[in-house]
């Protein structure tokens, strides 16, 4: 059975950068698919970011191109997503996710099949 820990969050300001870890047990990262997804309060939970499982192809919402960075540490079986100038916006529960069959609908919650508990990230103004 895969489990998901999630780790990083906190409260942050405005323009500051934070990172989030994900980490699998009972299989490894490097054999997931993973996708970062987050829910502000009241929201709908939205697509983040995204990597691959073989070839670690990157996706991401528009909304973080070019602040996120997804990327993954093997030698500490993770999956980190980078986040540099932090709006507001930004604040919500994040969640990793993971699936060994990542197709193009890599922006949908449905395709994943283990998630972590969630992270809060609040970013103040």
């Known amino acids: 059975q895969v489990r998901l820990v999630q780790s990083g969050g906190g409260l942050v300001q405005a323009g500051d950068s934070l990172t989030l870890s994900c980490a699998a047990s009972?299989?490894?990262?490097?054999?997931?698919?993973v996708g970062w997804f987050r829910q502000a309060a009241g929201g709908e939970r939205e697509f983040v970011a995204a990597i691959n499982r073989f070839d670690s192809n990157t996706f991401y919402a528009q909304s973080v191109r070019g602040r996120f960075t997804i990327s993954r540490d093997n030698a500490k079986n993770t999956v980190n997503l980078q986040m540099d100038s932090l709006k507001p916006e930004d604040t919500a529960v994040y969640y990793c996710?993971?699936?060994?069959?990542?197709?193009?609908?890599?922006?949908?919650?449905?395709?994943?099949?283990?998630w972590g508990p969630g992270a809060q990230v609040t970013v103040s103004s």
């Open positions: 009972g299989r490894t990262t490097s054999n997931l698919a």
């Open positions: 996710s993971g699936t060994v069959r990542l197709g193009t609908a890599y922006y949908s919650p449905s395709v994943y099949d283990y």
